[in-house]
């Protein structure tokens, strides 16, 4: 099991950057792939982005495409989400997770909840218009 921890989120006019991250530990970052979700209020969790194991590979929804980027640094067991040109339905608690993959599902990535194994505790992204 991982223990992951997100961080950087806040409060920010519509327009406007912020960089998430998320810190693992506890297992071999590099042995996971990874991804980001979010639940705005009253809504269901949805699908933002994942980075593949290698980090080769990322893909995003629709809704956050051009706007944000997921980068890895597996020296510093870190995830990150750069999030610009921020909109206020972009508000929600952001969650990373991760799922342990072998070697051979290296450049995969996953976009179902439900594909992966550990999640952090969430950080509220607040975008006002």
């Known amino acids: 099991q991982v223990q992951l921890v997100e961080s950087g989120g806040g409060l920010v006019q519509a327009g406007g950057s912020l960089r998430l991250s998320c810190a693992a530990s506890g297992r071999t970052f590099s042995q996971y792939s990874m991804g980001w979700f979010r639940q705005p209020p009253g809504k269901q969790r949805e699908f933002v982005g994942a980075?593949?194991?290698?980090?080769?590979?990322?893909t995003y929804a629709d809704s956050v495409k051009g706007r944000f980027t997921i980068s890895r640094d597996n020296a510093r067991n870190t995830m990150y989400l750069q999030m610009n040109s921020l909109r206020p339905e972009d508000t929600a608690v952001y969650y990373c997770a991760t799922k342990a993959v072998t070697p051979i599902r290296a450049a995969r990535v996953y976009i179902n909840s439900p594909d992966y194994d550990d999640w952090g505790q969430g950080t509220q992204v607040t975008v006002s218009s």
């Open positions: 980075i593949s194991r290698s980090g080769t590979i990322t």
